[in-house]
């Protein structure tokens, strides 16, 4: 993991801000969603990117349920049943 140089505090709700210039390289913009890991003591936050529930593909989806789920599992759902 590369180091940025930047040390924020965290505020009394728990916020932390994120500087407009990683934002910028990042392509992150007001409003995006961003998702949160945890890999041992690293917290890593990404810029979410729907994905299939089923094999994690990030293309056709379709929300079903709440989930997303990509052309291939539909189909093999539909012949499983």
């Keep these: 993991m590369k180091s940025t140089g930047i040390v924020r505090k965290i505020d009394a709700l728990g916020r932390i801000v994120l500087p ?15 998702e949160i890991f945890v ?3 690293t917290i890593v936050l990404e810029k979410y990117s729907p994905s299939c529930l089923f094999c994690g593909s990030k293309e056709a ?3 079903f349920c709440g989930k997303n789920v990509c052309k291939t599992c539909r189909e093999k759902l539909a012949k499983d049943n």
């Excluded at 407009?20 to 961003?34: N, P, Q, V, Y």
Aim: glycine share 10%; net charge negative.
């Design 20 to 34: 407009i210039e990683l934002r910028k390289h990042m392509e992150i913009a007001t409003g995006d969603d961003i």
């Design 39 to 41: 890999e041992g003591s």
């Design 61 to 63: 989806l379709t929300e």
